[in-house]
């Protein structure tokens, strides 16, 4: 068995949302459990819809997914984009460039070798006569495409041309998808296609199998989209004599109302996932399971990558679309933040914090980190239980206070009772606070969840926080008086 060798090559044509990551994922999975290599390739060559920025939001992702690359474009090539920044990762390898707009020699050199072998052909035909040979052939009722008109033209090659490639219309044609099984066509559904445009610039069909073959992949995963260009390939491969690569076509990715996966679905970007408080790890385990399975009888959902690595085959692979499930990348994202340490959960917490503008002590924010981290699903959410650590104005959710047994006057009981306990504690701890605040409960008839709602909004300002004695202990004993008579005071007479 020849090395094992993946690539991720996307189009900087825009930004890559899970669906394009997930590609990436079970590339570097596939590689790394074979002991082999990952690269990393841009396809870079439609021009006009090349996206400045594109390429380093790749690369950015790629390190927070935490993917290390084998190979990919080195610091030079990124400079010819603009795309030199601090941290710029530089990768370079054996079979660079890795960067197709930088290879336009080696596919004018295929495209040459081609049609010196009668595989191929130069066409001359104007985008005008090509229009208009289409119009005619849907007024005929005809499969649109190009007639094969320039075949036997020997079109010289001083002039403005293109290279088509010569595909047989009476032949069958079948590969075995490692994905998919045995695929067949019993004619191929294809016309001339264009392999290198008059600019110089190749096509996906002969770029892609150019790169394949000189980087030495081993095995080319990619969307269904392109199983029915992957005729044109294996007859490229054949008329080169090389040796083509293992196809895997991979599941569509749908969004909840079974439609494929786009922004209208609010997970367009990772980034936009990492913005919404997802962690990293969180969110390649949960996509790596939109169609693959460890395997029969397993119902493991939660996998470190080490044990990803392990359990990751291509045998696991549905050939099923899959459903990006909001509701459960939140449920597993849940699970992720639990599982780390305190400190890490501390330290992944800040940016979070710093960005909606919280200075929260530091002391402060430790003493509660542990309660918070066993409560939120996502970093988005730690700030709203935490933010009435900020010695502020509160904005107190006032009508929450009043529910099943608990009116104006009720609260004020509440309040002013636990205002006298509280006042009287010589030591302001949790246990202290419990013992002290239990009694009010009793005092006014209440349940303690009923009557700890008062002062739950009076001191914090809203219904959802860490644990209340807790909290109160960490505010300390004036803050907390404090703000028990400022809500006496909004309280109606």
Not at 302 to 327: A, M, Q, Y
Request: some cysteine.
């Amino acid at each position: 068995m020849r090395e094992v060798r993946t690539r991720f090559a996307p189009s900087p044509t825009g930004f890559q949302h899970v669906g394009g990551f997930r590609t990436a994922f079970f590339a570097y999975l596939l590689a790394k459990h074979f002991g082999g290599k990952f690269l990393l390739r841009i396809e870079d060559t439609d021009r006009e819809r090349f996206v400045p920025g594109a390429i380093r939001f790749i690369l950015e992702e790629l390190q927070w997914f935490g993917i290390e690359v084998d190979e990919g474009p080195s610091r030079d090539e990124l400079k010819t984009f603009g795309e030199d920044w601090d941290g710029a990762p530089s990768l370079g390898g054996p079979c660079g460039p890795y960067t197709q707009s930088l290879r336009l020699p080696r596919y004018k050199e295929v495209a040459e070798e081609l049609v010196a072998k009668g595989f191929a052909y130069r066409c001359d035909c104007t985008p005008e006569m090509l229009e208009r040979e289409r119009s005619e052939q849907m007024a005929r009722k005809e499969l649109p495409g190009y007639s094969g008109y320039c075949r036997t033209r020997e079109v010289p090659a001083n002039v403005p041309h293109v290279i088509r490639f010569k595909i047989p219309q009476k032949r069958s044609l079948g590969f075995v998808d490692a994905i998919r099984g045995k695929v067949q066509w019993d004619t191929i559904p294809l016309r001339d296609t264009v392999l290198l445009k008059s600019d110089g610039f190749p096509t996906y069909h002969l770029a892609v199998v150019v790169d394949d073959h000189d980087m030495k992949v081993s095995h080319c995963l990619r969307g269904i989209e392109w199983l029915s260009s992957t005729p044109i390939h294996l007859l490229l491969y054949e008329a080169l004599g090389w040796e083509p690569v293992t196809f895997a076509h991979l599941p569509v990715i749908n969004g909840p109302d079974g439609k494929k996966l786009s922004k209208r679905h609010n997970a367009a970007k990772s980034s936009d996932l990492r913005e919404q408080g997802y962690l990293a790890e969180a969110v390649m385990n949960f996509v790596t399971l939109i169609g693959w399975a460890p395997g029969e009888g397993s119902d493991q959902e939660i996998f470190t990558r080490e044990e990803l690595i392990e359990k990751f085959s291509l045998d696991g692979v549905n050939e099923s679309s899959g459903v990006f499930d909001p509701v459960k990348l939140a449920w597993m994202n849940g699970l992720y933040i639990r599982k780390l340490s305190v400190g890490e959960f501390i330290a992944r917490a800040k940016p979070y914090l710093e960005k909606e503008g919280l200075a929260i002590p530091e002391r402060e924010f430790a003493a509660l980190a542990p309660h918070v981290q066993e409560r939120v699903k996502t970093m988005v959410e730690i700030g709203a239980m935490v933010d009435f650590l900020i010695d502020r104005p509160l904005a107190r959710q006032m009508e929450a206070i009043f529910q099943k047994g608990v009116d104006a006057a009720k609260a004020r009981e509440i309040l002013s009772l636990s205002l006298d306990h509280l006042a009287t504690l010589p030591e302001f701890s949790t246990e202290a606070i419990d013992q002290a605040l239990r009694g009010v409960a009793t005092q006014v008839g209440l349940k303690p969840g009923a009557a700890f709602v008062a002062l739950r909004i009076a001191v914090t300002g809203k219904t959802i926080t860490p644990p209340l004695f807790e909290s109160f202990a960490v505010l300390g004993k004036d803050r907390v008086l404090s703000r028990i008579r400022e809500t006496l005071e909004l309280l109606p007479k």
